[in-house]
């Protein structure tokens, strides 16, 4: 009730909810009550969540922040949401989010931009801004995001939240809306990295109706947090103090780096030669993809259609001119662009190469590190407007976060300071494929 009044109160400056669902939630909330009297509580029983609108849900609409699914009812849940569900959380609305989770600032929702709880003039990140701004003003406890390239990890450091993208396949992608479905990847965001140990327990687990969900056993996330950090090496990349990274997030971040050395970790700095390349990689493969999963809505199969067309080809052209947003269609473009005939193998095949030398990167790191520190991002929340007219700024706010998609190994960003303007800065670290564990962990430690 009290989240319920509260989204009913701030939400409207905010903007972080697409649709809550009061009746719903309440319902739920009651059976969770007696089942806790019953005294048969699940471990996360009555915990009122929120999950991104990218995340199909039979309840309500699944909107993707798009006028194009404006109406779109899901007659399925996704493998995370009935996860939650299953381990009694209650769903107390949607998310806003970029449109198709393409952006970094949460400017590209059809329903508008989400608003920094922090500093209602800057942005709260993307594409998870709805998630990160709603659990930062607590209008719920914790909430799903969606990572393709950093989106749940960087509207986690703007907002001053914890984050945590799992290892590709450790989660089901099942009804998850895609947008790169190589990089893709749902997980938790909370105001802690123990909230985020419980919601990724529930969460994460093989599913046969995603064939690249991985059938290995889930870790005892809660169990790992309270584990010694002495011995432990943390490896931090000298190709991530470059010029794009704002002096105060790198003084937070360093001053982090010393409290990991008090905690008793080693901390040493290593290589990731090709990270340099990780932006117009990701732009590349995650463009490519989204072109081809992107084709799905013609007007024929999903709910919007334009009034009266011409012809077929009419009917296709004008539905997607209405119904997608500006960026989405860039998306599309330079998709459609790599993958062509003449073009494939300057761009599509040549960015492929380029991902399997970062992965290989990353591998021959983790034979000496347990973990790779830097910042999340490479600036504090900045203003809303600021860099919307400009594509490229925009992209490089991922400077530090794509790399882990590409790869496959998990991250976590979580809060370690305040800028300037005394916003909050967040602290990434990646660990090793399936050792989310050892990042709550960390993170646990810290906090
Ligand atoms: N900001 C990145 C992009 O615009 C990542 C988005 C995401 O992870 N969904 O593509």
Redesign the pocket.
Known sequence: QAYLDRIEELDPRLNSFTQSFREAAMAAADAADERIARGEARPLEGVPIAHKDLLATVEGRTTCASKMLEDYRSPFDATVVERLAAAGAVVVGKTNLDEF????SNETSYFGPVRNPWNTETVPG??SGGSGAAVAARLCAGATG??????IRQPAALCGVTGLKPTYGRCSRYGLVA?ASSLDQPGPMAPTAEDCAHMLGAMAGHDERDSTSVDRPVDDYPGALEGDLSGKVIGVPAEFFTEGLAPDVERAVRAALDQYRELGAEVREIHLPHYPYAIPTYQVI?AAEASSNLARFDGVRYTHRTVEPENLVDMYESTRAEGFGAEVQRRIMVGTFVLSAGYYDAYYLKAQKVRTRIRDDFAKAFEEVDLIAGPTSPTAAFGIGEKAADPIAMYLS?LYTTAANLAGVPGISFPCGFSEGGLPVGMHLMANFFREDLLLNAAHRYQ
């Open positions: 989770a393409m952006g970094s993307g594409s969606t990572d393709t390239g950093g989106s947008f995650s991922d």
